[in-house]
């Protein structure tokens, strides 16, 4: 089978040729890489212009990650769509594993994805980061539960990949954990293309939270399938980038719930308690965050949308009262956190 390798470029000059390099070095071969420059304004173009003649290069204005990726889908040829970022690195052998998966039909999964390492300033600090106690997805901790619990179904591989070993895959709907919280790195990904034209890929109005909002409307109709393995390290952002997009994403990340999960009556009607306690829950966090930010107005608005969702959502409480007390009060709260976190 042909897997077409989709990679998104905004200002990547640092990192796209050790994502590239990673690439090429893939055990399984039945692969072509499409490379989207979003109209960046660093190096991004001079560091691909040595790679063009082992990839397929488009240019575009900026237009976000979403609009990125479709028009790198657009261009793909093959029947199935592994999605990577252009910071991420992937193990040799995520293809060979992938295909091999994706090559059993009993399944019946249109999504694959698996787990990932993580890797801070340049150094993997944790190797299995869906076991991770300091996992990037928050509704592990939130519901008490772990990647492996949210599938009804299980099988072992037997895997070549170099040597003779298992590999754990584990499949099913997951739609009502997503509409608590995603769990999928986009670089983790792979998609039937047929699927991913189905829902007509990502949205481009959605520049934030763009892959939320994808797996949400894919689980209404696809069945996912986990390997139980890190076949790729994420690279995750400094704390001062995560900070300066953090707003962002996480009203991407209401708006994903609200579009597809509240709107939509059927939907909703199947799971109200879900998407109430989903968007209670990031409204309650979006609270919080104005209240870091010393916003009180803000911080009471969220908590009072949050509560009337759910009466019982004890951060948006918090929320709320601490949004009376004056702002040096909260200047002060917030040193003393960050001098203990340092």
């Known amino acids: 089978m042909k897997i077409s390798v989709v990679i998104p470029c905004y ?70 769509i592994a999605l990577c970022d252009a910071d991420d690195l992937w193990a040799s052998d995520k293809l060979e594993v992938v295909a091999e998966v994706i090559g059993r039909e009993a399944f019946g999964c249109d999504l694959v994805f698996s787990d990932f390492s993580l890797m801070d300033e340049g150094k993997v600090s944790e190797l299995r980061g869906m076991m991770s106690s300091k996992s990037t997805f928050g509704v592990f901790r939130d519901c008490g539960i772990g990647i492996l619990d949210m599938f009804e179904s299980h099988a072992t591989l037997i895997s070549r990949r170099g040597r003779t070993q298992e590999v754990g895959v584990h499949y099913g709907n997951i739609l009502r954990w997503l509409i608590l919280g995603n769990v999928l790195l986009p670089s983790a990904v792979i998609v039937k293309r047929s699927a991913y034209d189905s829902v007509n890929g990502f949205r481009p109005e959605f520049r934030n939270a763009e892959d939320t909002e994808f797996f949400l409307r894919l689980a209404k109709q696809c069945n996912f399938l986990y390997i139980d393995e890190p076949l790729i390290t994420y690279r995750r952002a400094p704390t001062s980038l995560l900070a300066t997009s953090m707003l962002k994403t996480m009203k991407g990340g209401i708006s994903a719930v609200e579009v597809n999960c509240k709107e939509d009556l059927e939907t909703y009607r199947n799971h109200k308690s879900l998407v109430d306690t ?65």
């Open 11 to 80: 200002n990547s000059s640092e990192t796209i040729d050790q994502t590239l390099e990673s690439i090429y070095a893939q055990t399984y071969r039945e692969f072509d890489i499409v490379v989207v420059n979003d109209g960046s304004r660093d190096d991004t173009g001079r560091v691909l212009a040595k790679h063009r003649d082992r990839i397929k290069y488009v240019y575009q204005d900026n237009a976000g990650v979403s609009a990125a990726r479709n028009t790198g889908v657009r261009a793909a040829e093959g029947d199935w």
């Open 278 to 342: 989903s968007l209670a829950r990031k409204y309650a966090k979006l609270g919080y965050f104005h209240l870091s930010e010393i916003d009180n107005k803000e911080a009471f608005d969220a908590a009072r949308k949050a509560l009337h969702l759910r009466k019982a959502e004890p951060l948006a409480w918090k929320v709320i009262f601490a949004s009376m007390l004056p702002k040096w009060l909260l200047r002060l709260a917030r040193t003393i956190i960050e001098a203990r976190k340092r």
